[in-house]
């Protein structure tokens, strides 16, 4: 079916959930954890652990702390979505350009019981979207905007508690557990006067996930840190009406997409700077079909959308300027590459994705650090072809974002 396209990843976003905002990694995925990581590109954050927010990158690092730790701040993102260059069956639609401020809140604590053993809980986001296109966009007669734009909006959280354990003074390990709740809504229909409706959907779940780390330090200022995240199958039920028919349907069925992460840092000697790195690998293949199951007039199931999309990759690097006993400074570049491949999308607008960095830390007493971070996000030029119930529509879509962070951090 046709206008299955314009289902395919606005409701995967229904499941999955997260804070409202614009995605701003490729695919949905969000990088949004600490004002700490933002600062230096999030390179290094699985095994720097200058605050708690650690725990949401790797368990395994808790154990480098010497005492327990509090952490808690919020993310602005700012975000920039142009689709030009439109034709829908071959006639020319006016340009559309999205965007808003959101806030991405946050928070930490990890109890150091001995020198052994560590536990965290923490308040955080993974993954998310929104785009939302004006009722008008194309004219009253112009079908393009409800077909393929509509209204894409989703809202999660995820909570997580986790554990360290140190083996001796070069290794330690971590693991714990995600509870991701995540609800969204999804309209879309033939447009101009709105009557005929394609896809309505409101709709909410949970799923429970796992993660597990490692930290190998080699002396006091080197060290590296290897985490997994296996994200899991949400069921999101409520309102599920799919296709011309308006058929409703039990629940959506979505794979989250698991991850892994490999980080390193040094301090070089006799010197106040660090340099930190990571690479990052997303397991977005896992996207095979996107599935409805239950519908309420036969028990039958459908497979909404095959997926075509491919793993991704973030390559982090960045630095850190320890100037003295009261501030830190830090700067950041990332590579990120895009999830989609071959199948584009104007509602989830997505490429390859370049991250410049900075940030500072004011250590303003013993105990209390504030942390700033800066990040100018830069999408490529995206060309899409997607199919719609009465025609096809083309563009050029772009997708840019500013974030910055701020977070406060106690040390017990």
Do not use: C
């Amino acid at each position: 079916m046709h206008h299955s396209r314009l289902y395919k990843k606005s409701i995967l976003a229904v499941a999955l959930g997260l804070a409202s905002q614009h995605a701003m990694a490729a695919g949905f995925q969000l990088n949004a954890q600490s004002a700490t990581g933002l600062g230096r590109a999030f390179a290094g954050d699985a095994v720097i652990a200058d605050n708690a927010s650690v725990m949401a990158k790797n368990p395994a690092a808790m154990a480098l702390f010497k005492s327990s730790q509090f952490s808690t701040g919020v993310n602005v993102l700012n975000t920039s979505i142009r689709v030009k260059d439109v034709t829908f069956s071959g006639s020319s639609v006016e340009d559309a350009h999205n965007g808003e401020g959101t806030l991405v809140p946050n928070i930490y604590y990890v109890y150091r019981l001995d020198d052994t053993w560590a536990f965290g809980a923490g308040i955080y986001s993974n993954f998310g979207t929104k785009n939302d296109f004006p009722d008008n966009w194309g004219g009253a007669g112009a079908p393009t905007a409800n077909q393929l734009g509509g209204v894409t909006e989703i809202k999660s959280i995820n909570y997580a508690l986790t554990t360290s354990y140190r083996l001796n003074e070069h290794l330690s390990f971590g693991a714990g557990l995600d509870i991701v709740h995540g609800s969204g809504k999804l309209q879309r229909n033939l447009g101009g006067s709105g009557t005929t409706e394609l896809t309505n959907i409101d709709a909410d779940g949970t799923g429970l996930g796992w993660n597990a780390g490692v930290v190998y330090e080699v002396d006091k200022n080197t060290r590296f840190g290897l985490d997994y995240h296996y994200s899991p199958e949400i069921k999101a039920k409520g309102t599920v009406q799919y296709g011309l028919a308006g058929t409703n349907y039990n629940e959506v069925i979505l794979p989250l997409p698991s991850f892994a992460e490999f980080s390193g840092y040094h301090r070089f000697e006799n010197s106040k700077f660090a340099l930190h790195y990571s690479i990052q690998w997303i397991d977005w293949s896992v996207f095979k079909t996107l599935d409805a199951r239950g519908s309420a007039v036969d028990g039958s199931d459908v497979t909404i959308k095959n997926y075509q999309w491919q793993d991704g990759w973030h390559y982090a690097i960045g630095g850190t300027y320890y100037l003295d006993t009261a501030w830190t400074l830090r700067a950041g570049y990332m590579y990120d590459t895009a999830a989609q491949d071959q199948v584009t999308s104007i509602s989830v607008p997505d490429s390859d994705r370049q991250w410049f960095t900075a940030g500072l830390s004011y250590h303003f007493h013993e105990h209390h650090t504030v942390d700033f971070g800066i990040a100018y996000i830069m999408g490529e030029d995206t060309n899409v072809t997607e199919a719609g119930a009465t025609g096809t529509l083309t563009a050029v879509t772009k997708a840019d974002a500013v974030e910055t962070g701020i977070q406060y951090s106690y040390s017990f």
